[in-house]
């Protein structure tokens, strides 16, 4: 059997001792590997064009750019990086912008190693990643602009079924977890969800994401 090669990580942090305790962290994990470190924003945009890395760890705060910038920046230029926010604010607007601006996951800093890893490796293959506490604020996003888009004739109309996939995607699940919590195989959920993808023309986990928070189409 072929063996994986390690997920290629880009470090974004304008603190040294954050640089260095998540490298420390992550290099007891054999599928990780960190391929440079950026101490800025517009670094971050720099590197990852030159170094190709998967995934890109990516801070908020940060001058000369800051991590909603930078991560916009990648989108605009076609990066194939995926961008997972780790940062300490617990705020929705903060999620929202960093999903808004292309991000595939948002991690607090107080996490484990583990569960960072988890979220690596989620983003990497295309999943939406949020920790378990921001996961709520996320479903309250959901409310809210579901709230908000009884008003917005304009939102794309959902089946039962299909709200309940872009709920569950929302929130980071798995196909196979989808599939469990819907009682249902795990061949189903991944047609209805492509079908769901092609029909409203977005192409991963976190476009999705992003529709279900902007459109508000996720049920209560």
């Known amino acids: 059997m072929a ?7 880009l470090l974004a942090d304008d603190h040294f001792l954050v640089r260095q ?3 420390t962290s992550l290099s007891e994990y054999p599928q990780i590997e960190i391929v440079g470190e950026a101490s800025n924003g517009r670094e971050a945009v ?3 064009q030159r170094l190709a890395p998967d995934v890109v760890l990516m801070d908020i705060n940060m001058p000369d750019m800051n991590g909603l910038e930078a991560t916009a920046a990648l989108r605009k230029r076609g990066s194939g990086a ?8 617990n705020n929705k607007q903060y999620i929202l912008q960093i999903i808004r601006s292309g991000a595939q996951g948002y991690v607090l800093k107080d996490t ?9 490796q989620a983003v990497q293959n295309g999943e939406a990643f949020f920790s378990p506490s921001v996961s709520g604020v996320v479903l309250q996003l959901l409310r809210d602009e579901n709230r908000a888009s009884d008003r917005n004739s304009e939102s794309v109309p959902l089946t039962p079924r299909e709200a309940q996939i872009v709920k569950l995607v929302a929130t980071g699940k798995t196909n196979k977890e989808i599939a469990s919590e819907l009682n249902v195989n795990v061949r189903t959920v991944e047609t209805q969800r492509y079908q769901l993808m092609r029909r409203i023309n977005v192409r991963n986990a976190a476009e999705l994401t992003r529709f279900a928070i902007e459109r508000g189409l996720a049920p209560a």
């Open 82 to 89: 995926r961008v997972l926010a780790l940062t300490v604010h």
């Open 3 to 9: 063996k994986h090669r390690p997920i290629k990580v």
């Open 21 to 23: 305790g998540l490298r």
């Open 46 to 48: 720099d590197k990852a």
């Open 112 to 120: 484990s190693p583990d569960e960072l890893v988890r979220g690596i």
